[in-house]
């Protein structure tokens, strides 16, 4: 167990709707990190924040936005959704800035797009 | 821009044989190097680090992995696999610039271990 819980586990949705993952970082972790995995895709790095600041951006396509509350817990939103978005979702937290560089990582929400 | 590349989607080994999983990385700045398990419907576990001082890291499960830098590689090894060992394995590079980070991983090598 990281530590680092995401929910919900599962998430069937259609075309078109809007989802809302959750994740709660291990106590402590201020920076917080967002990735996608798709057999196509690979593993891929959406955002980061820290201490609910946004502090890297990658491959997040303008439908999908995050944020960072003041209790550290982030969520991932999807918007306006595409079959080709089915995937799982990971939440990392991690203690940067505090002297480590290592992610640790949710359990994962996979979510399938009908 | 950093990046990984492992050699080698599958990898099969006998268990009690030894494991080696390539990893070469690209990075213009100092690289922080990982290497993490995912088992079948799970997230990723960290197995090691790499970031300064000893160029040969212990990980969890008897995993080890060496950092070469006249090589740019990062191999993973464990002497003697065991069928617990079944997994997917990724290598992954960070760059961390004061607050700001992100890792990138490598395409994954998946282990087999037969009897």
């Known amino acids: 167990d990281s530590g680092v819980t995401q929910t919900p586990k599962h998430l069937i949705t259609a075309t078109g709707q809007r989802v809302t993952l959750r994740c709660s970082p291990r106590s402590g972790d201020l920076s917080v990190y967002w990735y996608q995995q798709s057999l196509d895709q690979g593993l891929q790095f959406l955002i980061q924040y820290y201490n609910g600041e946004e502090r890297a951006k990658g491959n997040i396509l303008e439908r999908f936005s995050a944020q960072q509350f003041p209790d550290l817990h982030s969520e991932l939103n999807l918007s306006s959704l595409e079959l080709g978005d089915s995937a799982l979702y990971f939440c990392?937290?991690?203690?940067?800035?505090?002297?480590?560089?290592?992610?640790?990582f949710g359990p994962g929400t996979r979510l399938t797009v009908t | 821009a950093q990046s990984v590349t492992q050699l080698g989607s599958h990898v099969s080994v006998s268990e009690g044989a030894l494991v080696l999983l390539r990893c070469n990385y690209s990075?213009?700045?100092?690289?922080?190097l990982f290497w993490y398990v995912q088992y079948p419907n799970q997230g990723l576990q960290l197995l090691l680090k790499?970031?300064?001082?000893?160029?040969l890291v212990k990980g969890i499960n008897g995993f080890e992995a060496e950092f070469k830098k006249s090589e740019t590689s990062f191999h993973l090894t464990k002497p003697s696999a065991h069928m617990s060992d079944a997994a997917e394995y990724f290598c992954?590079?960070?760059?961390?610039?004061?607050?700001?980070?992100?890792?990138?991983f490598g395409t994954g090598t998946r282990l087999q271990v037969t009897l």
């Open positions: 790499y970031t300064t001082g000893a160029t």
């Open positions: 990392a937290s991690s203690a940067l800035g505090q002297g480590t560089y290592e992610q640790y």
């Open positions: 992954a590079v960070s760059g961390a610039t004061g607050t700001a980070s992100k890792l990138t």
């Open positions: 990075s213009s700045v100092p690289p922080y």
